[in-house]
């Protein structure tokens, strides 16, 4: 096995796992174990500007999921469910078999 299979394996064999990181969450009526990242995405907020409305509250999240476990990664302007509360996706990319998903949703 390769230094790259390596490291991708353990990816979704450590990062995920509920001893280390994972969390078990039911994300779109399915439980599985993922991260929520509060602190990664703080950095990423920091070189984000944002022009949301005035008077509107915006609570944004960053989770983690395995590919395998959700599907096909979505899109932009997707809904996605985590223990019954509805986000929009505002983006989301595939890390060598892990979907890192910017999550937002806006309450009046």
Do not use: C, W
């Not at 490291?7 to 796992?17: A, C, K």
């Not at 991260?35 to 944002?50: A, G, N, P």
């Not at 476990?69 to 989301?92: H, M, W």
């Amino acid at each position: 096995m390769t230094f790259k299979e390596l490291q991708r394996q353990d990816i979704l064999d450590v990062f995920i796992n509920p001893d280390e990181f994972g969390e078990m969450h039911d994300v779109n009526g399915k439980n599985v174990n993922i991260v929520l990242d509060d602190f990664e995405l703080l950095k990423r907020e920091k070189y984000k500007s944002t022009n949301e409305k005035a008077g509107m509250g915006v609570k944004r999240g960053l989770l983690y999921i395995k590919a395998a476990d959700y599907g096909r990664l979505p899109l932009s302007g997707r809904k996605l469910t985590i223990d019954n509360q509805t986000f929009e996706v505002e983006d989301a990319v595939n890390e060598s078999g892990v979907y890192s998903i910017h999550i937002r949703t806006v309450k009046q």
